[in-house]
């Protein structure tokens, strides 16, 4: 009865999964009640793992349903899916030495991040506070002047004597495309020539290259800017694009000046040492500041995502404008009447933190992700690392490194790495305090310019406060707290420069002096200045 109920379970295993290997009849009647019960049992722990198997498959089935939902936006098709570290090298482009930077064709962090639902609602929540700024600006406006009011005249004043800035920028463009090329062809053409002295040769060309970067890059535009008061806005547009056009030009002659000299060294005429026009003018307008013959492309142009990216400059420019219009112009204007002391500079502080995070954002997505993005589509430029997550930073080290690509691959090449090359890898902590006093004296050269006056808030902390945590909270730092830490710093060091800086910029406007020494130039003003309110010049909207 057992050896019956035995066989009549296995002829239904077997008939309901083909794929098991079973016996024929005439071998089962063979078997004893023993073997009958080992095979019976191989065949049940064959039909557990098969539904094991179906469960395990439906769970992932679903997962993967679940991840799609969640990431709807699809791959563009002028971006590649991702690739592993070997296709990559593939497809980057490497220095002609061998070392430096390498550019592969990969995307911005954001445009990934906002394919995520989660990640875009942040950026949902920031449009809603524009909204609300400007809700908030007309309904004060409607109540105090019984109408709506919808002139821009903040904006109008910071960009004003615009005709002038777009004469000047043109001026640096065609200057910067024709003389350091020409300079480089003429030089390159004396060194691999049959004519003699080359270093003689060297030394004029490069004393004509300098002599172009202190004069027609450095010292006009600067002079047009100051002559002309240039307000704000116009007078960052004019420094700025002369700042980015002496990098780019140092950037080129320092990566080709080498090649010539191999090149001529060893008598090979096969390298191609003198780049084409075309190669100099893609890396003029490409946004990098790091030269290379030939960059990865991307082969189509997304006109839609170029226009949605200039919109949303815009858009930053008007948020902008609605935070000092609500945040910083009411506070600030009443506050620079006052005696300068140390309450007036705790709150000043404490309340600009919230105008300055928000300047902080706006001024990274505007320019870092949305200028250069847009720029990079026009130009087909694939490597779109302008930055990295820098928000996620445990250390200032690292931040340092992640906020600008851009900019740090320039510091990192051209100063930190020549610095070491010329003192024989030697010193690494001198060549970084040389990386912080050139980062620091630009920026506040960049400042100087464009506000009109001289006060080193900036500098000090780059060469304070930053040097210091650089070195305090260096990359050993890990873990959340530390987290929060940088965050605190990078807040209360936005509140400070957004406090002092419009401080010293009522400063200026209202106790101005006719005739000041060099000494009265250096001296802030907002120590010093102190008006009763009856003596405020209320025609000033600033």
Not at 452 to 475: R, S
Request: charged letters at 15%; one cysteine or more.
């Amino acid at each position: 009865m057992t050896v019956h109920l035995l066989k009549k379970n296995y002829h239904g295993l077997c008939s309901h999964h083909p794929n098991l290997t079973c016996l024929s009849c005439r071998s089962l009647g063979q078997l004893d009640e023993a073997q009958m019960m080992s095979h019976l049992k191989q065949s049940f722990s064959y039909q557990q793992k098969t539904n094991f198997d179906s469960h395990v498959s439906e769970l992932v089935d679903s997962l993967i349903e679940e991840s799609v939902s969640l990431e709807p936006t699809p791959l563009p098709a002028n971006f590649s899916p991702s690739m592993s570290d070997k296709e990559r090298s593939k497809l980057s482009i490497r220095p002609p030495n061998g070392e430096g930077k390498q550019f592969v064709n990969r995307r911005s962090l954001l445009d990934e991040l906002f394919e995520v639902n989660h990640i875009r609602t942040i950026y949902h929540m920031f449009i809603a506070l524009l909204i609300l700024f400007i809700l908030s600006t007309l309904v004060v406006d409607f109540i105090d002047e019984g109408r709506l009011v919808l002139d821009f005249d903040l904006l109008v004043y910071v960009f004003g004597q615009f005709p002038l800035v777009v004469c000047t920028w043109i001026y640096m463009c065609v200057s910067a495309s024709l003389v350091p090329f020409m300079l480089f062809q003429t030089w390159a053409q004396s060194q691999c020539g049959s004519g003699g002295h080359p270093r003689l040769w060297s030394l004029l060309y490069g004393s004509a290259f300098l002599l172009y970067q202190a004069v027609g890059l450095g010292f006009l535009p600067t002079y047009v800017a100051v002559s002309n008061s240039l307000p704000p806005a116009s007078s960052f547009i004019v420094i700025l694009e002369q700042v980015r056009l002496m990098m780019k030009t140092h950037s080129f002659v320092r990566e080709n000046v080498p090649r010539v000299l191999s090149a001529a060294k060893e008598k090979n005429d096969s390298v191609p040492l003198r780049p084409h026009i075309n190669q100099y003018l893609y890396f003029l307008f490409a946004p990098t500041l790091i030269y290379r013959d030939h960059y990865p492309r991307n082969p189509l142009i997304r006109w839609g995502y170029v226009a949605t990216k200039l919109l949303q400059v815009l858009g930053c420019l008007f948020y902008a404008y609605y935070v000092f219009v609500r945040l910083c112009i009411p506070q600030f204007r009443s506050i620079s009447l006052q005696l300068f002391d140390l309450r007036s500079l705790v709150l000043g502080v404490f309340n600009s933190i919230l105008p300055g995070a928000l300047v902080l954002f706006l001024a990274f997505f505007a320019l870092l992700h949305c200028w250069l993005n847009a720029f990079a589509e026009m130009l087909r430029f694939a490597d779109r690392m302008f930055y990295k997550d820098w928000w996620n930073s445990t250390s200032f080290a690292n931040y340092y490194r992640t906020w600008n690509v851009v900019v740090h691959d320039w510091l990192y090449y051209y100063v930190y790495r020549d610095f070491l090359l010329m003192s024989g890898m030697r010193f690494r902590a001198a060549a970084m305090f040389f990386v912080f006093t050139v980062s620091a004296v630009v920026h506040e050269y960049i400042l100087a310019i464009c506000f009109g006056f001289f006060y080193p808030v900036l500098f000090c902390l780059f060469m304070c406060f930053g040097m210091m945590f650089n070195f305090i909270l260096h990359d050993r730092r890990r873990g959340p707290i530390w987290n929060v830490i940088m965050w605190t710093s990078l807040f209360l060091g936005q509140g400070v420069i957004i406090c002092l800086y419009c401080q010293e910029w009522y400063a200026q406007r209202y106790c101005p002096i006719t005739e000041p020494s060099f000494l009265e130039l250096l001296k802030p003003r907002s120590w010093s200045c102190h008006r009763q309110k009856d003596g405020m010049a209320e025609s000033q909207g600033m």
